[in-house]
């Protein structure tokens, strides 16, 4: 890779890690580039965008982002995405699956966590499940009212066939 190819690289990571509200460092050591590919495909269809890089490239990546503290070692792969459960989610799924992918920790709104928040963030209920119980919780009062209504019909009913 040239200087001005490595250039590149960082300032794209740089901006991804900056839009991002996750970013996730998970080790992948051992696994076949098929494997790879089905988490890429994986985090392709969650929306999340995931790359091999160098140590020093994704450190200085980080630190253009505004992150410091970051601490990385050995192979690395960096998934990041827009919202942190889903991003948490996907990539714990994966790494329950391949015992060969690791999560080393992340970045999560600007503050540097470690693979057991990440896999806590995992468990949280996403967007599309709150918003479920949310309407659910607005459409009881109705919902019990008809039910009401309809008893009360039915009951009517019985009496005057009584």
């Known amino acids: 890779m040239t200087r001005k190819e490595k250039e590149q690289l960082v300032a794209e990571l740089s901006d991804a890690f900056k839009q991002a509200g996750t970013v996730i460092i998970c080790d992948f050591k051992g696994m076949s ?10 985090g392709y269809e969650a929306g999340l965008g995931a ?25 690395n792969m960096a998934v990041w995405g827009e919202d942190p459960i889903a991003t948490a989610k996907a990539v714990a799924k994966y790494a329950k ?5 690791i999560i080393k920790g992340g970045v999560i709104d600007d503050e540097v966590v470690d693979a057991g928040k990440i896999i806590e963030y995992s468990k949280l209920l996403g967007r ?5 119980m949310l309407l659910s919780v ?25």
């Open 33 to 42: 580039v098929k494997e790879l590919e089905e988490f890429r495909k994986i």
């Open 138 to 162: 607005w459409t009881a009062p109705i919902r019990n009212m008809v039910c009401g209504l309809d008893n009360l019909a039915k009951k009517r009913a019985e009496e005057e066939a009584a």
């Open 51 to 75: 790359r091999v890089v160098k140590n020093t490239l994704a450190k200085l990546a980080f630190k253009n982002a505004g992150v410091d503290e970051i601490v990385l070692n050995e192979t």
């Open 97 to 101: 699956e391949n015992d060969k992918f």
């Open 128 to 132: 599309e499940e709150l918003l479920g």
